[in-house]
């Protein structure tokens, strides 16, 4: 046995312990009778490197004092009044900008309801609409439709009538401004495309004198070809050596009949299928409204005439294929050009260049005509936005990317449809053919709020609100739309706070915090609620409530003949806090403030005392009536029928909105903002009292 064996074994057993970095064990003090305790490890750790836990000292161990308890306790409790606290104000922050959305909303819906737009100076003087103005909603309802019927220009810019031919039996007697020989070049050239005589009647139905002559002497200039017969031309011949005139006859501006202006040989329109969807296509993006009109002045046909209905699948399936089968097409060529009547689509050479040439002449017709009726019965922006303040509905539909009348020109006609036709608009210009109508973006603004601090971040918005409730318009001006920077959007709320300071609307926060443009771009959440606050106390609250009238109700319920608490200082808060006072007084409840009916039984004494109605008593022979209430003030449930009957029943009586939501009702079991029920009360005092005065006077 090699004496050094042992010696490498104690050595390798000493290496293995100190890499298990062990320690010695200890042994464990158990108290007898303790074997509860007997997983209880030892203080000290048995790894040196591997154990994390820290040595157990003795004042680790002890327990926290009663005054340490207390104290941990006492910051927990405020710990949760701070979050419930914070709950609460962030459920009556939501349920304000709910009620501050609902009232724009409304707003922008209903202007007229809301006081705003009840004289000219907000439609427009002069206002050539079509519609009723003031609705401020675009294209809705059989109202704005356009008929034969329907109201295109206001009181003040009548139609003159006396233009129009006269029929058998007048006598010929009157002034007649289209006589058989003014237009009979145009007569003629027309001879293919509509009858003269229908297309004059039913343009005066729509256009003013001074239009249809405008469009007809175009439509000469763009057909026919100046002679040298015409009276400015003699002066030219007169005035010119022979070289010049030759150089002017080169430069004359050439027209559809004489050949220079016209559609490829083949008619690609027509005969290529991509082509023609294309033309149909561009053609739809007019709005269906218009292109009817443009349509039915064109070929005639009452059933294209819409009937302010909202149009079907159906009838955009019809229009189309009146489109396809009459406006891009001419029977009485194709059965003139046919080789075989039996045999459909083979016609003899030529066909296609006159259908060419008609359809071209009916799409001029039809983009001056449609271009001249928008212009003519279109709102100015300083007066307001077309189609929402009054004018007319949008010539464009929204969705398209057509938004100009010479846009229209050149994508129906491009170079893959026309004859030797670099730019078609600047050859068009030089003929006499000019169409100036832009469809501008702010028409087309979608004001619904959805999300308002999100919505009110580019400032378009708050700058309607301020046009409306000012009934200024000059502010849309100054607008930039589309608001797609943070600059414009800065831009456009600095424009808005400018004319809300002018107005005495003050831009500070109950803590008198200044509002500044950032903080609407930036969607400040509660600085953007005060500014709305602001905005409704000191613009739409004296249009919906009259001072004078409501101090008069208070008077009247109170029974006395001057109000004490009523002042010449009195804010129209003031006076309406006295209101609810006064009816709440009969009921024996005190309100303190108006931020302090949260809980729904002012609202219910004041539907007690207002929705009444009389009843004979048993003793009617006497004369004696009495009155019950169809609410009874006795039997109040809670807040939440209070609120919500409150706005059922006053929607009754007209357009209401609905400021208090009705699930944020039943979740909070009533209102959980004080402002958001003074926003209820306002409406409900334009409702219940300005009406019925309106009513009474």
């Known amino acids: 046995m090699d004496p050094m064996e042992p010696q490498s074994s104690s050595s390798s057993l000493l290496l293995r312990d100190i890499s298990n970095f ?10 007898p009778g303790a074997a509860s305790r007997s997983n209880l490890q030892s203080p000290s750790p048995r790894f040196f490197s591997a154990s994390k836990q820290t040595p157990r000292t003795a004042s680790t161990a002890r327990r926290p004092s009663a005054t340490a308890r207390r104290l941990k306790a006492f910051e927990i409790e405020q710990s949760r009044s701070s979050r419930k606290a914070q709950l609460q104000k962030q459920h009556s922050l939501r349920t304000l900008s709910k009620s501050l959305t609902a009232w724009l909303n409304f707003l922008f819906d209903n202007p007229r309801s809301c006081g705003c737009g009840s004289d000219s100076s907000l439609m427009g003087q002069g206002s050539r609409g079509m519609g009723p103005s003031g609705k401020g909603k675009r294209d809705s309802g059989p109202e704005q439709a356009v008929g034969l019927e329907a109201t295109w220009r206001s009181p003040k810019r009548q139609r003159d009538l006396r233009w129009k031919i006269p029929e058998e039996g007048d006598g010929g007697s009157g002034p007649i401004a289209f006589s058989s020989s003014a237009f009979a070049k145009l007569r003629d050239s027309l001879t293919e495309v509509c009858s003269f005589d229908d297309l004059v009647e039913r343009m005066s139905v729509y256009l003013s004198l001074d239009c249809c002559k405008e469009i007809f002497t175009v439509m000469t200039q763009v057909t026919k070809v100046l002679s040298m017969n015409d009276k400015g031309n003699r002066f030219l011949g007169f005035a010119l050596n022979c070289q010049l005139k030759l150089i002017f006859l080169y430069w004359l501006p050439q027209n559809i009949d004489d050949g220079r202006l016209k559609m490829k040989a083949h008619c690609p329109i027509v005969t290529d299928f991509g082509m023609k969807e294309k033309a149909t ?51 009485g060529l194709a059965k003139s050009y046919a080789y075989n009547k039996k045999v459909e689509g083979l016609y003899r050479p030529g066909y296609y260049e006159c259908l060419g040439n008609v359809i071209l002449k009916r799409f001029l017709l039809l983009v001056l005509i449609l271009d001249r009726a928008k212009s003519w019965s279109s709102l100015p922006l300083k007066y307001g936005i077309d189609g929402l303040d009054g004018g007319s509905p949008l010539l464009f539909t929204i969705g398209t990317s057509v938004k100009s009348s010479s ?58 609100a301020v046009q409306l409730l000012k009934q200024d318009s000059s502010i849309l001006m100054k607008l930039t739309v589309p608001s797609d920077t943070h600059k414009k959007n800065l831009a456009n709320c600095s424009i808005a706070l400018r004319y809300l300071k002018e107005a005495g609307v003050p831009l500070y926060d109950d803590d008198r915090m200044e509002i500044v443009a950032d903080d609407i771009a930036n969607g400040d959440k509660e600085l953007t609620l005060s500014l709305l606050w602001n905005m409704f106390v000191h613009l739409q609250l004296p249009l919906l409530v009259n001072s004078e009238v409501l101090a008069d109700e208070v008077i009247r319920i ?38 302090s009916l949260t809980d729904g039984k002012a609202i219910w004494c004041l539907l007690d005392h207002y929705f009444r ?29 209070s609120f919500v009957l409150s706005q059922r029943l006053t929607a009754l009586l007209g357009e209401f909105p609905e400021v208090l939501e009705i699930g944020d009702i039943i979740e909070h079991h009533g209102a959980c903002n004080g402002r958001s029920v003074v926003l209820l009360l306002v409406f409900l005092a334009s409702q219940l009292i300005m009406k019925k005065n309106m009513v009474t006077v």
Request: with cysteine; net charge negative.
């Open 407 to 464: 846009q229209m020109v050149t994508d129906f006609l491009s170079s893959d449809v026309m004859h030797g036709e670099g730019n078609l608009i600047a050859h068009l210009v030089i003929v006499g053919y000019k169409v100036s109508h832009h469809q501008c973006p702010l028409v087309e603004y979608e004001f619904k709020l959805v999300d308002i601090l999100e919505d009110l971040q580019d400032g378009v918005r708050l700058c309607r």
């Open 558 to 595: 109170s029974g006395l003949t001057v109000h004490k608490s009523l002042g010449t200082s009195s804010t129209s808060l003031d006076i309406l806090l006295h209101w609810i006072q006064a009816i709440c007084d009969n009921y024996e409840l005190k309100i303190e403030n108006l931020y």
């Open 613 to 641: 109605k009389e009843l004979s008593c048993s003793s009617a022979q006497k004369g004696i009536k009495g009155e019950e209430s169809i609410v009874s003030a006795s039997d109040y449930p809670d807040a939440v029928h």
């Open 281 to 331: 296509k561009t053609l739809f993006s007019y709005n269906h409204l218009w292109l009817r009109i443009g349509l039915y002045i064109l070929l005639g046909g009452d059933s294209l005439l819409p009937n302010g209905e909202i149009e079907s699948d159906q009838d955009i399936a019809f229009l189309k294929m009146v489109v396809e089968k009459q406006f891009l097409s001419h029977a």
């Open 22 to 31: 062990k320690t010695p064990r200890r042994p464990c003090h158990y108290k």
